[in-house]
């Protein structure tokens, strides 16, 4: 049985050191017997059919591709989009006048005090100006 190594970063002096962990004997093991004959055979299918495949470069491009297909979509990264802000710029996009709005897209809105629809309306309004100033940040970088 061989070892692999890892970094562990959590050692009294504060350093990296190598950390030993046993290698599973086989792949057998580590995915289940009938999973690497299924894999195998498709592969075997797979070179009859292509056979470029034989090439080191197109086989590693099929590998980096099947990987892909198998693995799950990476989430898009930082915050997710707002439905509020969404539904705001779409109706400013209709023609909706600003001041009708909040009225139509923040839930509660016509219970709230004055003083708390004032808060509301300049939060919602710094928060369509920012999603258009990161749209047109965007855009740019991609003309260029």
């Known amino acids: 049985m ?5 970094l562990n970063d959590t050692s009294p002096q504060g350093g990296l050191r190598l950390v030993q962990r046993p290698r599973t ?9 009938e999973l690497v004959a299924r894999l195998r055979a498709c592969a075997d299918e797979l070179k009859t059919a292509f056979p470029e495949l034989s090439t080191k470069a197109v086989a590693t491009d099929a590998v980096r591709l099947f990987s892909r297909a198998l693995l799950p979509k990476a989430r898009a990264s930082g915050r997710p989009r707002s439905g509020i802000i969404d539904n705001a710029c779409e109706l400013l996009g209709s023609g909706v ?25 300049e939060n919602l309004r710094r928060a369509i100006y920012m999603r258009e ?3 047109a940040v965007t855009n740019q970088e991609q003309a260029s």
Do not use: I
Not at 2 to 6: L, N, V, Y
Not at 25 to 33: D, H, M, N, P, V
């Open 2 to 6: 061989g070892t692999t190594h890892e």
């Open 97 to 121: 006048p600003w001041r009708h709005v909040p009225w139509q897209v923040l839930p509660g809105f016509a219970r709230m005090s004055p003083h708390d629809q004032s808060d509301a309306r």
């Open 25 to 33: 004997s086989s792949l057998q093991e580590e995915l289940g017997s």
């Open 133 to 135: 100033r990161r749209k």
